[in-house]
Each structure stands twice: as C-alpha cells, then as structure tokens.
C-alpha cells in the first residue's frame, strides 16, 4: 500500500510546484477571518488528489498500473489514503498559518481548541462529500470526464447554495439559519464535531466501496 502511495505521489511530482501557491492564497483568505484556514487549506490541499488520475490518463498509465501484480482495489485504496494524507496536511497548514493571518485578519474571532475541533470536523465532513462526488465518477469516467461532474460542479453547486444561505440570513437578519446553527453548534459543540466526523467517515467508506467496484468493471 505505501508503494501505491509513492508510486502516485512520483507521478504528480510536476505539479508540486504548485504547492507553493497554496500558502499564499490562504494567507489571503485569513486575512478575511481565520476561521476559513482549516477548511479552505483541506479543500486546497485535498483538490492536489485529482492529479494523480491526469497525470495518467495523459501518460496512458492505466495500462501499466493494470500489468503490475496488484488488485484493482489495491489501486483504488492507494489513491484514498494519499488523498488523506493531503487532506489531513491541508488541516496542519491551516493551524500553522491562523496565528500569522490572524495579526491582521478583519475578524479577530480567534476560534479556541474546541472550536478548531469543530471546524477541523466540518472540514472532514466537507472533504467525505467531495470525495463521494468525484472518486467514482474519476474511477469510472477517468480524469476528463470525471473532473468536470465529480468535482468542478458539486464544488460549484456547493459554493451557490452557500452564498444563497447567506444572502438569504442577510436579508433576514439574525435569528435565522446560519445564526441559529451556530448556537445549537456553540451549545451542543461535542456532539456536534462527533456527529459531522462520523457523517464524514460514512461518506468515504461509501465512496471507496463505490469507487472499487466501478474501477473493478472498468474497461480500458
């Protein structure tokens, strides 16, 4: 399995330049609130696990991956640990960077270890749902196709359902949706990050079983 794991990682290894963006653009965001850190440095950091699939459709790697002596499934489980571990790095920078953005962010709600934990859940629960959008739609359809149904538009779709909560809460004022969610949130916090970290577990088992057996019926 950890040679799967370097083996995708070797592979990408052209676009690890682009690394060097991600701690710009976060900077950037905390300068608005650092609250956004951890869950944009998971979506950025986590969004680095499509490359692995362009780099071998471009190289027309499926072939060989499919000459070595390993299951398909075993490539499959490859692919979701590295995007884990890209995932779970994305959460570290974000906790790194808060401090720094937050000297001179317009918001100075610095979120406690409590809340940290929260978003650090929400961002676990965000990166199950992506995850289940696009792996078997990336396993089945390979990197052209699936990227545009498996990730740009769940992310697109996300992103308007979102600003429309907002715009909805602002013409409102408090005591509507996004108010009273941090309430319930701030009064019921454990149960909360337990519950969003459990929904995002059961997301990813159900995308890894899809996607193992989608890529387990593909034809090349």
């Given at each position: ?30 300068c ?62 974000g ?43 990336l ?19 996300i ?13 409102m ?35 890894w079983?899809?996607?193992?057996r ?7």
């Open positions: 399995m950890l040679k799967m794991i370097r083996l995708n990682w070797s592979a990408m290894k052209c676009y690890r330049v682009r690394f060097l963006i991600i701690p710009v653009c976060l900077f950037t965001v905390g608005f609130s650092p609250i956004l850190l951890i869950p944009m440095g998971a979506f950025l950091l986590f969004s680095f696990s499509l490359n692995p699939f362009a780099v071998e459709e471009k190289g027309d790697l499926n072939r060989l991956y499919l000459t070595l002596p390993v299951p398909r499934r075993t490539i499959v489980t490859g692919r979701y640990l590295l995007s884990l571990l890209l995932f779970a790095a994305g959460v570290l920078l906790l790194a960077m808060m401090p720094a953005a937050n000297l001179v962010s317009l918001s100075k709600w610095y979120p406690d270890l409590r809340w940290n934990l929260a978003l650090i859940s929400f961002s676990f629960l965000f990166y199950g749902l992506m995850s289940l959008a696009m792996y078997p739609l396993f089945r359809m390979g990197y052209q196709k699936g990227k545009i149904w498996g990730y740009y538009v769940p992310a697109i779709l992103c308007l359902c979102y600003v429309a909560v907002v715009e909805y809460d602002m013409l004022g408090n005591g509507t949706f996004i108010f009273d969610l941090l309430v319930y949130a701030s009064e019921h916090l454990p149960a909360v990050s337990g519950g969003m970290l459990a929904a995002g577990g059961a997301l990813l088992a159900l995308s079983v899809l996607s193992a989608l890529y387990a019926r593909r034809e090349f």
